[in-house]
């Protein structure tokens, strides 16, 4: 494998932006690229997760944005890493082969969550099958047990993970047990493995106990706030680190007070970023004027620090 520069930093989870009629809409995704690059300086993005519904589309779906996010981020951004994560193995497998095929610069897989994996060793066999299809692309442990209900410690995932899993390189981890990150951190004394936080709202808390960086899907329209957090917390200057993360917690709390997930995401980015996210896929709805109405009022009324 060639020397691969370190994934750290902000990595945008991106959304999949959708025609009125329900279906993806590649041709924007040049523009996105170019706004998440240029207007909120995120050069990693993690494409077909949670936030991109891509446990909603087909096969064939997920493989055209892989190929599209992988053409438009050519010679633009750092890091494409493609979830791969699906129901059953074969799925996974195939779209493992894809993301290597194309050139990705790494896959993750969320945990199967209809017939789930009941330990350590269950789990660590269904990655390795995955991670084996891709021999040469660093994989990553797409950790989110509140969507999943796999509540396998990651501190526990770790012994003995590299020799069952060469390519293991880290884990996007998207719970909020602090303790269970800190103590993965803390065995990672070689600085080897890559924790990417996945739980936007309580970021600081993370890179306080030692994560590498972010994924989430705030960073999309978020990302230049966030960024300024993370530079004063690397100054050190922790009291400007805190206003901005209390700041964007200020707008997550009043959100999630009027119900917010990926269809509310897709409105807010729309309004923010001036791209047409368009609607989500069925069962999740279309987010209502009111909330958009309220959403932006409540974001456009926050003071940030620099002015910005």
């Known amino acids: 494998m060639t020397t691969r520069k370190k994934l750290e930093g902000l990595v945008a989870a991106t959304i999949t932006p959708m025609t009125l009629d329900g279906q993806i809409n590649l041709p924007v995704i040049r523009q996105y690229v170019d706004y998440l690059v240029n207007e909120q300086n995120v050069k990693n993005v993690f494409v077909n997760g949670t936030t991109g519904e891509g ?11 892989a190929e599209e996010w992988m053409c438009q981020g050519k010679d633009k951004l750092d890091h494409v890493i493609i979830h791969v994560g699906a129901l059953n193995l074969p799925e996974c497998q195939e779209l493992a082969r894809h993301a290597a ?18 330990n ?7 990655l390795q099958k995955v991670a084996s299809e891709a021999p040469e692309v660093p994989f990553y442990y797409y950790h989110i047990p509140p969507l999943t209900g796999v509540k396998i410690r990651v501190e526990e995932l770790l012994d003995g993970i590299k020799a069952q899993i060469p390519t293991f390189q880290g884990v996007k981890f998207s719970d909020t047990d602090l303790l269970d990150l800190a103590q993965c951190i803390n065995k990672n004394e070689t600085g080897e493995f890559e924790f990417l936080y996945g739980v936007d709202e309580q970021l600081l808390g993370a890179l306080a ?8 899907s705030t960073y999309n329209y978020l990302g230049r706030q966030t960024n ?7 100054k050190p200057d922790l009291a400007l680190a805190q206003k901005y993360q209390f700041l964007i917690g200020e707008f997550l709390n009043f959100v999630i007070k009027l119900g917010f997930g ?12 001036g791209i047409p996210m368009g609607p989500p ?20 009324s926050i003071v940030w620090p620099d002015g910005i």
């Open 55 to 65: 446990l909603s589309l087909s096969i064939r779906e997920r493989k055209q944005l």
């Open 228 to 234: 300024l957090m993370l530079q004063a917390f690397a």
């Open 101 to 118: 095929a194309i050139g990705a610069g790494g896959i993750a897989v969320i945990a199967p969550f209809f017939f789930k994996p009941t």
């Open 209 to 216: 106990v030692g994560a590498n960086g972010a994924v989430g």
């Open 262 to 273: 990926v269809a509310q995401t897709k409105a807010v980015m729309t309004f923010v970023s």
């Open 120 to 126: 350590k060793d269950e789990l660590i066999a269904f």
């Open 281 to 300: 896929r069925l069962p999740l709805v279309d987010a209502s004027s009111e909330f958009i109405v309220k959403a932006k009022a409540k974001l456009d």
